[in-house]
Structures are given as structure tokens and as C-alpha cells.
């Protein structure tokens, strides 16, 4: 099973995939769950995909800016296990087969300096029971999504380039309670977790994806900017650690306490030192930030 994060294999294989999902220390059964990760599941071999890295260094694709994606977003609990595609056949992690859907969530397609999604680019769209919204998009867009339901931490999705020639899509998200936020955190540092709406932190949870959209292992992480309570960690063995210094299978990174405003996070293969990607997003006030870095979007 996989993390909430990726779908089925590396957080199922994503934060559920576990794409992209901040979690709680939960055990169930002797099991310790987090954002959806069995951290006693077996981690699938990954390392020995082919081609997990082939496409790097290839020349960007032109995307078509009047090109139409339909882009469906399906929420899900992040601390409850889901199964993703690489799990079952070796496909993407993207593609959620199963997990805990949330329906009543709140989402939002948003310019990328629109930070506040105060003007949004497409209408407010509320999950149905699935944890599903469906929005129609340009090839070109580039901003990200605002989740936000009254029980859950304010949360943003930035998903980065769509594929060139893509027309439909599906992308995991997931979604956590201040609590579980909470407990997160103490799991891994004695420093309190900003959740103030005025306050001057807020917190992001990274997946590097290779270039089969598998969560990947191997990948070390830097950030623009830190602050004196912000909080580095990887998820290690399906544990968020802080003594970790790369992804396990999970491919996940975060930080949290994070001075608010513009981040950028540069992804780096730690074997070789080649370049993964980077990915620059705004961190807000006590809200949690979701994005990606796939090898294969540039």
C-alpha cells in the first residue's frame, strides 16, 4: 500500500501516492501509518527501473497554449494508506487506484502570482463523494490549486508543466488536520508547528518523480531559505526523519516552519550530483504547500 503520498508503490508512489501529504505518526495494528504510508510495506526496487533518468538533459517540449486539458484533482486523506498504479503494474504514481477519498473539500485553480487565489482562475469546485473536482485548463497552465475545507489545514497543490500533448489528467492531493499536523511534527522536532493564519511560517512536503513518474529514492533536496524553526526532513523507511539527507522510495522531502513567501527547492541525484529539477512555489501563513518536481516536465 501506499503512502498517502504515493500511489501504490512510492507513496502511492506520489505524497498517495504520496504526491505530493504532511501526516501523522499513527499506529494501527502495529503499524506505523503516515500520510497514508505503510512504513512497513516493502519499498519496491525502483532504484532498478529502466530509464528511471534517461530524459534528463533532454530538450523542453513546446507546450500548446491553446491546447484544453481536462484536469481532474482527487483528494484524499493523507494520513490513511492508498494504492497507486506503480504499485499494481509498474505504471504511474500519479494514478490513484484506491485510498480514503474527502468529499466537501473546497478547490481552486490559481495563477502562480496570484498567491492568495483571491481573483482564481477557474471557478471554486467542491469534491464530490470520490474526493473528486474536474476543471478545464490550457496546456500552459502553470499555477497551482487551493484546497481548503473548515476541519483541514489550509492547503495548496503546485503540480508543475503539464506533458505536452496531454488532454486529460488526474492528479492526487492530499489533505491533513491541524492535529495530525501536530503530531507530525513532533515526531520529528521539539519546535512548535506554525499554524496561524497571521503567523510568519508555513510548511511543504516535496515528491521528486523519475522519469516514469515513479516516486524516486536517491535525491537530495536544498532550499532557497530557512528560518531559525524551520525544520528539514526526508521520509525514511516510510518515517519522516530529520536525520535523513535523501528521499527514500517514497521520494519525499519537506520542511516545516518555513519562512512565509517565495521558496525555491532544487532537486539533485545524490550518487552522481546531476541536476533533477527545481520547483518554486509560495509558502503561506500556517498553511501546508504540496508540489512536485517530475524529472520528465522540466
Not at 468529499?103 to 473528486?132: I, S
Not at 500552459?140 to 490549486?145: I, L, M, Q, T, Y
Not at 488536520?177 to 515526531?187: G, I
Amino acid at each position: 500500500m501506499r503512502p498517502g503520498l504515493r500511489a501504490g508503490r512510492a507513496v502511492g508512489r506520489g505524497v498517495g501516492r504520496a504526491v505530493a501529504a504532511l501526516v501523522v505518526l499513527t499506529w494501527i495494528a502495529g503499524c506505523s501509518t503516515v500520510l497514508g504510508i505503510d512504513a512497513n510495506r516493502r519499498v519496491a526496487a525502483v532504484t532498478a527501473d529502466a530509464g528511471a533518468w534517461d530524459c534528463l538533459g533532454l530538450p523542453d517540449e513546446k507546450l500548446d497554449p491553446n491546447e484544453q486539458v481536462s484536469v481532474t484533482l482527487v483528494v484524499m486523506d493523507a494520513i490513511q494508506g492508498s494504492t497507486a498504479a506503480g504499485a499494481i503494474d509498474g505504471g504511474s504514481d500519479l494514478d490513484t487506484v484506491s485510498a480514503t477519498w474527502l468529499p466537501g473539500v473546497a478547490v481552486r485553480g490559481c495563477a502562480v502570482r496570484d498567491l492568495d487565489c483571491r481573483d482564481g482562475l477557474t471557478p471554486v469546485v467542491t469534491t464530490n463523494g470520490m474526493g473528486a473536482a474536474t476543471f478545464q485548463l490550457t496546456q500552459s497552465f502553470n499555477g497551482f490549486f487551493d484546497m481548503s475545507r473548515s476541519d483541514l489545514v489550509p492547503a495548496s497543490l503546485y503540480p508543475g508543466n503539464f506533458l505536452t500533448g496531454q488532454s486529460i489528467a488526474s492528479f492526487p492531493a492530499y489533505e491533513i488536520s491541524p492535529s495530525e499536523l501536530r503530531d507530525l511534527a513532533s515526531s520529528i522536532s521539539s519546535n512548535p508547528v506554525g499554524l496561524d493564519p497571521n503567523g510568519t511560517v508555513g510548511h511543504a512536503l516535496v515528491t521528486i518523480y523519475d522519469c516514469q513518474d515513479h516516486q524516486a529514492p536517491g535525491v537530495s533536496v536544498t532550499y532557497s531559505v530557512s528560518g531559525a524553526e524551520t525544520v528539514p526532513f526526508y521520509f525514511q523507511d516510510g518515517l519522516p526523519s530529520g536525520k535523513a539527507r535523501e528521499t527514500d522510495g517514497f521520494g519525499i522531502a519537506g520542511t516545516l516552519n518555513a519562512p512565509i513567501g517565495s521558496l525555491t527547492v532544487t532537486a539533485t541525484l545524490s550518487s552522481t550530483k546531476t541536476a533533477v529539477g527545481m520547483t518554486a512555489f509560495s509558502v503561506r501563513p500556517g498553511a501546508l504547500t504540496f508540489a512536485w518536481i517530475r524529472a520528465r516536465t522540466h
